[in-house]
């Protein structure tokens, strides 16, 4: 992991010693088979356009609807260095959320911490530090540093709060991501996919709103040190990025899992990318692959639940069928050109026997767009149905 960009003062400067340099952590000889591996892949989009990308593992998806717009490599591991972070922060909001631990709780800074290398929030050893700077240090400045210390005060230890990691996780979905450590520094045990890292990045923005705005800070200073946010796409107004987290190893290459919103309509993309060149290309090409994905695809809302797509006929009811809708909105996005092939199936086991409750699931909707990709969701009746009586069930059995 490359080291910031900062500017010292010279108080800041006098109170380093050599001895914070003189124990760097072992890194394992680079792996680059992941890397190369995903960068043999082809791009797959949603709507069968060409795309390239130098990247080895992406994945683009809109946010609101989950749909997948393009993909290269998405399932296949790779490393994911620093934007392990996006993990260690989720634990610490959920424990936030939770208030077993608040923005102003201490945090004592063990040698293990202080020791750490690669990128630093330079935290002192023996400090004590509220949990609102080690956030700040983790989402701007990515300190290795301030991931171990906030690990160790959460868990106990680095290794018992990799277990919280992978427990939630797994709760996520992420099913093929194995966390070792807080900060990413490069472990071949310690892999995800960009599938994994889009799961990850949506469930941050769903469920901490009060939080995401951690990753959009510029910059912070700490401890005399002004560090600046590596995502160079915040400073990039017209590209709508707010953030999340940035990321590099050698064997990984530089990463980043970028989030931006479409002012004019207020659709959100989601994108990973790894494998780049430099921070200036991982830069570049994040631009490039969310201006395509807003280019080239809009939300529609394809059925919503005051809009009945079926009549059912019905069993021994007053009423000889019954209305069926969505239980909740299909919101997908779709190739700008590929609307008029979008398909919706209604599969339900019929007829249905009065008497029937409004809002009761009897079936599926399934939509159907020309990529292939499909959403589902139950199917409910629109309004209730009273059974008949005991002499007009007698005529329904004999068909009169």
């Known amino acids: 992991m490359t080291r910031s960009i900062f500017s010292l003062t010279l108080a800041a400067l006098l109170a380093f010693t050599p001895v914070a340099y003189a124990q760097e952590a072992a890194e394992p000889a680079p792996d680059y088979s992941l890397k190369e591996e995903g960068a043999k892949a082809d791009v797959v989009t949603a709507d069968g356009s060409a795309l390239d990308t ?21 399932s296949a591991k790779m490393y994911p260095s620093s934007m392990t972070k996006m993990l260690t922060l989720y634990v610490i909001f959920e424990r936030l959320k939770q208030g077993s631990v608040s923005l102003d709780s201490q945090f004592t800074v063990s040698e293990n911490a202080w020791r750490m290398q690669g990128s630093k929030m330079f935290v002192p050893l023996g400090a004590s530090i509220p949990l609102s700077d080690l956030i700040m240090g983790i989402s701007v400045q990515s300190g290795n540093d301030a991931c171990v210390t906030a690990a160790e005060g959460l868990a106990g230890s680095e290794q018992q709060f990799a277990q919280l990691m992978n427990k939630a996780a797994k709760s996520l979905g992420m099913k093929n991501s194995n966390f070792e450590d807080s ?25 901490f709103p009060e939080y995401y705005h951690y990753f959009s800070e510029p910059e912070f200073t700490y401890h005399g040190i002004r560090q600046f946010n590596r995502n ?78 079926v009549d059912a006929k019905v069993w021994m009811g ?83």
């Open 232 to 309: 160079l796409l915040l400073k990039d107004k017209p590209s709508g990025v707010d953030g999340l987290k940035t990321g590099h190893t050698e064997a990984a290459g530089y990463g980043i899992t970028l989030s931006a919103r479409e002012m004019a309509t207020g659709r959100r993309l989601v994108l990973v990318i790894n494998g780049l060149d430099s921070e200036s290309a991982r830069a570049e090409e994040g631009k490039k692959l969310l201006t395509w994905g807003f280019r080239n695809f809009e939300e529609v809302q394809i059925a919503s639940p005051n809009k009945p797509v």
């Open 183 to 207: 900060s990413g520094w490069p472990n071949p045990d310690h892999y995800t996919t960009a599938y994994d890292l889009a799961v990850l990045a949506v469930a941050l923005i769903r469920d």
């Open 54 to 74: 130098p990247a080895s593992h992406m994945m683009l998806i809109d946010y609101n609807s989950g749909t997948v717009l393009a993909e290269k490599a998405s």
């Open 318 to 400: 007053k009423a000889a069928t019954v209305k069926l809708a969505p239980k909740s909105p299909i919101i997908m996005s779709v190739g700008r050109m590929g609307k008029p092939n979008i398909q919706m199936s209604a599969t339900y086991k019929g007829p249905l026997t009065a008497p029937i409750v409004a809002g009761t699931e009897v079936g599926t909707l399934t939509v159907t767009l020309p990529s292939g990709g499909k959403r589902e969701v139950p199917l409910v009746t629109t309004e209730s149905v009273e059974r008949l009586g005991f002499f007009g069930r007698a005529l329904a059995a004999y068909g009169l």
